[in-house]
Nanobody, 124 residues
């Protein structure tokens, strides 16, 4: 089992920045691919970004490419999502997720473990 806890969400104006953190406990953190997803009201949960076990490989949704950066610190059992140039359409609950596979890191059903989510609200 892996337990994931997100933090860092909040209210920010358009154009601002936030950094989300997700801290894991349980099994060996470095064995897991970590992903960030988000879900806006009335919409399905969608992929945002993912990072491979040791961190050299990352992938992003087109909607956040160039604005968001995913990184991880295996010594701290933590994955981060740096979000810059935020837009009102980035408003959502952001979830951290973990899987042992890198086959299709954007696929929601590939992830076995999920955090409880953190709210990000971007005002115009």
């Amino acid at each position: 089992q892996v337990q994931l806890v997100e933090s860092g969400g909040g209210l920010v104006q358009a154009g601002g920045s936030l950094r989300l953190s997700c801290t894991a406990s349980g099994r060996t953190f470095s064995n897991y691919v970590l992903g960030w997803f988000r879900q806006a009201p009335g919409k399905e949960r969608e992929f945002v970004a993912a990072i491979s076990t040791s961190g050299p490989s990352t992938t992003y949704a087109d909607s956040v490419k160039g604005r968001f950066t995913i990184s991880r610190d295996n010594a701290k059992n933590t994955v981060y999502l740096q979000m810059n140039s935020l837009k009102p359409e980035d408003t959502a609950v952001y979830y951290c997720a973990a899987t042992t596979r890198w086959l299709t890191p954007s696929a929601r059903n590939q992830y076995n473990y999920w955090g409880q989510g953190t709210q990000v609200t971007v005002s115009s």
